[in-house]
């Protein structure tokens, strides 16, 4: 049988070991960051009802990231914390090809949560570098 001091001791060593090193860490909204993965683009509904009227809704083809990995998102200041994040949709402030779609690219950017109707995923990228790589 066990001490009863050997016993706490050995319940208070395993809870402190840490968890933290298990999972990977989650990124900010706001700072830069670097994505990879590869871009492609959707047709979504757009106005007026976004998909609740299909017959009469717009279409909207948008841009996304596939990432190679999933990532998880700190809460913003608003509250938006975000987990197994695996589609970003790309926001490009410039020129934009549409010979990238279907490429494998890591993307400098500054994430954000998503705000409007416009967004379709709780996680967007402001895009302000692409890097291609070789298919």
Same mark, same amino acid.
Not at 58 to 75: N, Q
Not at 78 to 88: E, P
């Given at each position: #049988?066990?001490?009863?001091?050997?016993?706490?001791?050995?319940?208070?060593?395993?809870? !402190?070991?840490?968890?933290?090193?298990?999972?990977?860490?989650? #990124?900010?909204?706001?700072?830069?960051?670097?994505?990879?993965?590869?871009?492609?683009?959707?047709?979504?509904?757009?106005?007026? +009802?976004?998909?609740?009227?299909? !017959?009469?809704?717009?279409?909207?083809?948008?841009?996304?990231?596939?990432?190679?990995?999933?990532?998880?998102?700190?809460?913003?200041?608003?509250?938006? !914390? !975000?987990?197994?994040?695996?589609? #970003?949709?790309?926001?490009?402030?410039?020129?934009?090809?549409?010979?990238?779609?279907?490429?494998?690219?890591?993307? +400098?950017?500054?994430?954000?949560?998503?705000?409007?109707?416009?967004?379709?995923?709780?996680?967007?990228?402001?895009?302000?570098?692409?890097?291609?790589?070789? +298919?």
């Amino acid at each position: #049988m066990i001490p009863k001091a050997i016993l706490l001791f050995l319940i208070v060593a395993i809870s !402190a070991v840490p968890t933290g090193s298990v999972r990977a860490k989650c #990124m900010k909204y706001g700072p830069a960051v670097v994505v990879t993965g590869r871009i492609v683009a959707k047709t979504e509904y757009g106005p007026p +009802n976004y998909g609740e009227d299909p !017959a009469h809704d717009s279409r909207e083809t948008r841009l996304y990231i596939r990432l190679d990995a999933p990532i998880c998102v700190d809460a913003s200041r608003d509250g938006w !914390a !975000a987990t197994d994040v695996r589609l #970003m949709q790309l926001i490009y402030c410039c020129t934009f090809h549409k010979d990238w779609i279907g490429k494998r690219a890591s993307l +400098n950017g500054r994430l954000t949560p998503w705000e409007t109707g416009h967004h379709y995923t709780p996680v967007l990228i402001e895009v302000s570098k692409t890097k291609f790589f070789a +298919n």
